[in-house]
Structures are given as C-alpha cells and as structure tokens.
C-alpha cells in the first residue's frame, strides 16, 4: 500500500555552456513516500537545485537538459508528459518553494491577489470570489500569520523573510500538493525564525500527509526534519542513509568530512577544525575516477580509474566509495 | 591591555520614513589577542556596530578609543591613518573586491593609500598572498578566477595588508560551504595567533562563535542584552533571548517531533522604526511582566564577569542545548563550572 509517491531512476542533468557540455547531475535515483521526509545535502554547484527544478521540469531550457531518466509521480512519468500537461502536474502534484520567498512573490499584487489568483488556477471552476478570499485567509491562517485579514492587503514587501516564506508556503499549498519541494526554505532565515519555519512544514506535512522533499547545504536543518538523506558531490550520489545513521555512522568519506568540519559541542573552542583540503572540483574537468578522490583521505589507485557506483551496504545506507565497500561487506546488516 | 574601547555608541541611519537607530548605547572592551564574538539576527545593528569601528557607519553620539586614538573625534586626514590600527574583512567578496582589478592590485591597494611606492606594495602583496595560502601567481589574476573561498582568502590578505591591530570580520564565513569554511576559520585563527590580532568576530552562526570566541556579546534590536566568557554564555545562559537562540539551533529530530505540539505563530523582531517601550524583547518574551514593557532595562554585572539587560533574576542553572551542532550529540571533551 505503501509504494513510494514520488520515484526518480538515474536522472541525468546535462547543462550546454559554451566550454562544452557538463553533467550537471549524474544518475540520481530517489524514492519518497507519503509523509516521508527526504533531504538532498550537498554543497553549492553539486547539482541539487537543478535536480529539485528537473523534477518540476522547470529547467532552463537551453542551456539545462534532461538527458535521461524516469521521474515517476504515483507511477505517472513527469519526463515525457507536455508543457501543458505538465502544468496540470505543478501545483496539485508537484510544489516548490524557493530560498529567496521576497524575490518569487510578485511585488506589484497584493498577497491575498496572489493567493486568489492560485486557488483559482488549481481550484474548481464556478467558485465565487467571497469563498475564494475566505480560502486565502485560511490558508494565511494555517501558516499561522497572525491578522491574516489584514496582511491579505499588504504587498510582498512588506513582508519580513519568514513572513514571506509562510506567504510562499500557503501559496505552495494552494493546490494541495502531495510531494512540496523546498528548496533551502530556511537559508535566509535567522536561527529562531528558521527554526519556526521547519515546524511548521513538518506539521503543515504531518496534516495534509504531504511528501516532503528539502534541499539544503546545511546539516543542522537535514537533522532536524529529515527522514533519510541523500548526499550529492559534484552531481552525483555520494551516500544515501536514514538520518540516524548518517550522523552516527556516516559511510563515504565526504560525510565524513562535512561532518567533521562543522565545530561540534564536544569540541574544544580554539581547537584547529578537521577540514577537507582544497576545493570541489568543476564540473567540466571532472576527474576519470570519484570525484572526491582528489581531496580524500582514503583514495587508493582505484578511486582514480573507476568511478564507484551506489551500492547497499545494510541498514538503508548506500554509498559510492570503494572504500567504504571494500570494508563492509555488500548486503550485510549494520548494527 | 585594552585595545578598544566603545562607549555610549549611537549610530543612526536616516531613512524616508525615520531614523533608524541601529545602534543605541552601546558600550565594551577588547583586549590585544582576543577574540570578541557579537552575535543577533539579521537588523539587531550588529554590522552597523562593526563598521562604527571603521567609521563607515554614521556615528550619532559616544566614543570609540582605538590604542588611545579617539576614532570619534578625529579629522578625516587623521582618520585615514589610524583606519590602517583597524580593517575589515567582509561577507560578501563578490561585492568587496573590484572585479576590475587583478588580485595583486587589490591587495596592494591599501598600501598604496598610505604612501607605500607601487614596487615595494606590489612584493608585500605577494607576501600576503602566500600568508592566507594562494599561490603568488593568483596575484595576476581578477576576483572571478577563484571560488567563494579562496576570494575570502584575498580578502583576509587585503585587510592584512597594513599590519592592523584589530580585524572587523563581518560574517566571513556565512556564505561559504561547509568543507570550505572549517579551512576559513582556521586560517583565522592561525593568522591571530601568528600576528597577535585582536578580533571582532560578527556572525549569526553560535557554532562558529563558541569555537572562536573568548567572550561573546549578544545583540538584540540595536542594543547589548547580554555578555560574558563564551562557555558561561553557552552552558547557562542569563538573557531570555539568548536562552531562544541557543534553543533555535538545530537539533536531531527537534522539528519533526515538535510537530505533533503544533507549530508556533510568527513572532518577529519589532519594527526598528518604532521600538516599543521597554525592554525590546518583552514581545517574544515567555517571562515578560508589566515592567519589562514600560521599563528599558540596563546592563547589570553577574559573576565571573558577565553582564545581563533584564529585569528579572532567571535561574541561571538552565542546561542550554550547546549549539547549532548539537545535533552531533558528541559526549562533551570537558566540563566547565556554570556561573
């Protein structure tokens, strides 16, 4: 009964620039289900944003290309269907909100226009135009806006970030998602907002049984909300694992060091932070072999002729490192 | 030995609809060597203070001693040579180097300014550029050649250029990833114990700050509501908005199991325009009283060199959850006697 919501099988990202063609996102495969939290980390240029707008086929169109894969929604594959098709699919079965909410709310209509004019898109025909303001307020209200009748008037700049960023939310819920895409819905937020703002999507998910899909560079965020987690480095997957055992048991080497490198309670102030040596590699000089290979400390001969694929190593974790398969062994139970 | 000294800071910014007063009343102390963390969120006037330093930030009232120079009452010619005693180093180096030049040019510049001849700036700016770990070549090349952390690294040589005493950094590191910002941070420190510097250290991120920071200072809404040595301030935390952002950090699972609780209505900062009477915080305040809103309370001494801005005398025994990385869950290495 349980079969994933949302399932993505090697989906390739290809951008054309005028260097060349780069793999921008490199085989990435995912599954969600109803309820579930999925967060994809990685840091900037790994290919996470374009992956989020791939799957809304949002992409910019050249120079961003789907080159392959399968995108599912409830067994219905997104990659083929039209762009008016696709718009049916926006909204109702796939929303998305943004870092910058201020910058994707349209600054010359009010908030409660905005909100009209998406329950109208995504709502039944023939409802008047009293209910739908009323629906607007409700929805102002479920993102927990205090004087939500008064803030149906105002425009998006006079919204703080968080304000803005519960607007964006009931915007996205509008339609009545199943799967919302956030992508870094917290990044510009201060520590308490952003704090307020990831409660609020778990519950707002936890109401309405949505899939919830959270993209971010940030740790802290990934352990707060998700369920499982899937690491990207330069486009491809690195490590796939439920949440508690990214943090207790992180597999690939990467892990490793973001972990690692983030000053820890335990740590003693002052003390050197362990880093990771030099920089993420660009995607158009990607090496032959992992493309961490080059900043890890456990890279052997192989690493650097081989590219590693994602392989289950027990306990829901995979991971692409030869290393880190190399000591466990395939299909094993971990803990 | 103190090297600055802030009294009384104002600093006001005019604005079409008012004048913002971003800072109000402040006053501290840095000693040579340390580390000073002054952490808030977004609009509590903590870049406006950093610059004020500078004077890049319009003072209103008060005075900035900088090594027995009075910064506040100093003519603009004056002003130019004792900037070199204190420079800043920048969040954003996309915006703070000029694309235009080369990299050689940029850290050569304030050389330059104070008279340096073009040669003899030129070889320092190799120097520098070798200290923070770029090879001298990048020296020949524009800002747009390097990524995030590296521009970071010029920026760092830059305001190394002229031997300051005191570094301003301004969030240095927010904007950078992970793997990349651990190698800023150390940078800093090795480049501190190496020079001797003196450090104001303007971050939102309280992981980053207890790392680096001897003592903290904590701003809310143009003013200082609490400070203290770092590790007090952490493990027992007087000031009912610093208790709120240490419990904001991020922790395993916190949101997802909070959400059965029922998420919370937005509370905000208040309008900087139109602070409200009393104590600024009183708003989001879960121990607020009568007073706190009609009263504006003042600093007042703890023990072990601690200050707090509230009204009332919280218990300050209250575990804090430790830091934004709490979520690591490590066993602590050490103990340390809450104040």
Redesign the interface.
Known sequence: MNAPLLQVDDLRVSLDLRAGRVHAVEGMSLQLRAGE?LAIVG??GCGKTLAALALMRLLPQPPANITAGRVRLDGRDLVSLDEAQMRRVRGPGLAMIFQDPIGSLNPVHTIGTQLVEALHTHGPAGVDSRQTWQQARQLLEDV???NAEARLHDYPHRL????AQ?VMIALALAARPRVLIADEPTTAL???????I?????????ERGMGLLIIT?????V???A?RVLVMYAGRMAEQSP??RL?DHPLHPYTQ???A??????????S??????G??PELAALPVGCAFAG?CPCAFARCRQERPQLQPLGGGQSVACFAAQSVSIPGRTLG | MTLLQVHDLHVDHPTPSGVLRAVRGVGFTLQRGETLGLVGESGCGKSSLGRSLLRLAPVAAGRVMLDGHELTAITPRRLRQVRSLVQMVFQDNNASLNPRHRVGTLVAQPLRVQGVPRREAEARALDLLRRVGLSPSAAERYPHEFSGGQRQRIGIARALALQPRLLVCDEPVSALDVSVRAQIINLLQDLQAELGLSMLFISHDLSVVRHLCNRVLVMYLGRIVESGPTEFVWRSPAHPYTRALLAAAPRRRRAADSADAGADAAIELPNPLAPPPGCAFAGRCPHATARCRSEQPLLRALANGREVACHLDLPLAVPAPLTSTAFREKPHARSSQPG
């Open positions: 939290t840091e900037s927990r806006i205090p703080s970030g968080g304000m519960r201060d520590v308490t907002i952003q704090a307020q990831l409660r609020l999507l778990k519950q707002l998910q936890r560079h940030d740790l802290g965020v352990a707060e909300v369920d949440v508690e943090f060091g973001l972990l490198a983030t000053p820890a309670a335990g740590q003693r102030p002052g050197p932070l362990s880093d990771i040596p920089q993420v900043r």
